[in-house]
Structure formats: C-alpha cells, structure tokens
C-alpha cells in the first residue's frame, strides 16, 4: 500500500535536491538590464579605470592629505622625484568590479582638524558618484580606512627641523 503523494511548498530537482528559490532576487545582484548591456553589444571596465575615478574623485574632497600606508606613501615620494616619475591615482585604492556593480576601499590620510565621520561620508557620496556616472555601474560600498593624520609642520622632506636645531645651537 502506498501513501498519497503530497505536493511539495519547495520546487525540486530531479535528484529530490531543493532548488533556490527565484521569487526574489539576491540583495547583492542588480535587476533590470545593465546599461553596459545592449543588443548591439557589451561593455567592460578594468579595475584600473574604476581605481582612477575613485581615486580623483576621493582627492577632490578637502580634509584628504594623502592615500596608502606610510610605506606606500614613501614609495610614492621617491618615484615623484625621479625625472619622468609621476604621483600615482590608484595609491591607496582598492577596487573589485563586476560586470554591473563595483566596491571601492580607500586608505587615507586626513588633515587635522577635519571631522573624520564628515569626511568620510563626502568621501563616499562623491566616489558614489562619480564612479556611477562615468561608468554606469552601481556601486555597493565604499570603505574609508583612515590610517594616519597629517598635522601642520609635518610635510616631508622639510628643513624646518634643521632650521630650529640650528637656532638652538647658538
């Protein structure tokens, strides 16, 4: 004797395996068609494209001195002033693209004084921004680690400290 068979609340395959679920879509996936889609063809976007405009963008905020770890930062110094040599966009820029959506993390260095929550939301709405509008891609977050505060006087390569030993040594 067999035992009717009840209809199941969850599709499932044929090897009796639950199939996801596709009422709704997943939070991280975007929905309707991409604008880097059409019928006549697709476009894509290196990371290093996307690196640069979070880069630029993130720079035009005031209150940021600087990208990258101490070490990065000294790097970048040295390469400044070999002839030919140039500062880098992406130093400190982080950067995943997919084929619709992007993620950005950025190391900085703030300016004393500035509210660094403030900051870091301006930072945001303009990478935001920026990013989406150049490329059409949606972008799911920006991370602002602030690793380092640059205080008046601390510029790099200065002869302030050399000045004021000498003028304690009279």
Same mark, same amino acid.
């Given at each position: $004797? *067999?035992?009717?068979?009840?209809?199941?609340?969850?599709?499932?395959?044929?090897?009796?395996?639950? =199939? /996801?679920?596709? @009422?709704?879509?997943?939070?991280?996936? %975007?929905?309707?068609?991409?604008?880097?889609?059409?019928? @006549? !063809?697709? @476009? #894509?976007?290196?990371? +290093?494209?996307?690196?640069?405009?979070?880069?630029?963008? %993130?720079?035009?905020? /005031?209150?940021?001195? !600087?990208? !990258? *770890?101490?070490?990065?930062?000294?790097? +970048?110094?040295?390469?400044?002033?070999? /002839?030919?040599?140039?500062?880098?966009? #992406?130093? !400190?820029?982080?950067?995943?693209?997919? &084929?619709?959506?992007?993620?950005?993390?950025?190391?900085?260095?703030?300016?004393? +004084?500035?509210?660094?929550?403030?900051?870091?939301? *301006?930072?945001?709405?303009?990478?935001?921004?920026?990013?989406?509008? $150049? @490329? +059409?891609?949606?972008?799911? &977050?920006?991370?602002?680690?602030?690793?380092?505060?640059?205080? /008046?006087?601390?510029?790099?390569?200065?002869?302030?400290?050399? =000045?004021?030993?000498?003028?304690?040594?009279?």
């Amino acid at each position: $004797m *067999s035992t009717p068979a009840t209809p199941s609340p969850t599709p499932r395959t044929a090897d009796n395996v639950a =199939a /996801p679920s596709t @009422t709704s879509p997943s939070p991280a996936r %975007a929905t309707g068609p991409s604008p880097l889609e059409s019928s @006549t !063809g697709r @476009t #894509t976007i290196a990371d +290093g494209v996307v690196a640069k405009i979070a880069g630029l963008a %993130a720079r035009e905020i /005031p209150g940021v001195h !600087g990208f !990258g *770890s101490s070490a990065a930062r000294a790097f +970048g110094a040295i390469t400044e002033r070999i /002839p030919g040599g140039r500062s880098s966009t #992406t130093q !400190g820029v982080s950067v995943e693209v997919g &084929e619709r959506q992007a993620a950005v993390d950025l190391t900085v260095v703030v300016e004393y +004084g500035v509210g660094i929550a403030e900051l870091a939301r *301006s930072i945001r709405r303009n990478v935001i921004s920026s990013v989406s509008q $150049m @490329t +059409g891609l949606e972008v799911v &977050e920006v991370n602002v680690n602030v690793v380092d505060l640059h205080l /008046p006087g601390d510029d790099d390569g200065s002869d302030d400290d050399a =000045a004021a030993t000498t003028a304690r040594v009279r």
